[in-house]
């Protein structure tokens, strides 16, 4: 498990855009923060469906999001490809393989760092 801040190293968003995800619903934490003080935890799916989200946040509004959080949490366990219809013309794709192992290797690297 990560914590708040490992995940947002890990993701290369501010700590207040992840916050403000996890309170909208856009992508949630596996153990969520209760109440004031407390810290949400991440596990490697949750920071797969993070980063995911980092990617999707150029193309798709809030509510679109919110809506595929599901679907991207599904996949990130599958390492899937996720397409998103931005307009009759874009398509953007997400492939959540390719987003696990960039990450497993931060998370490797950063720990031996650590050592």
Known sequence: MFSAMEAV???GESYS???YWACQGIA???IPAKGRGSE???SFEDVVVLYA???LSHWLDV???KSIEPALRKAALRRL?????VSPLVE????LGEIREQLRHKTVKGKAAMQ
């Not at 490809?81 to 219809?85: D, E, L």
């Open 28 to 30: 949630t934490a596996t």
């Open 40 to 42: 949400r935890r991440y």
């Open 9 to 11: 190293e890990l993701v």
């Open 81 to 85: 490809v996720v397409r998103c219809r």
């Open 92 to 95: 953007v794709s997400v492939n």
């Open 17 to 19: 855009t992840v916050h």
């Open 53 to 55: 989200m980092s990617e």
């Open 63 to 65: 509510e679109t999001r």
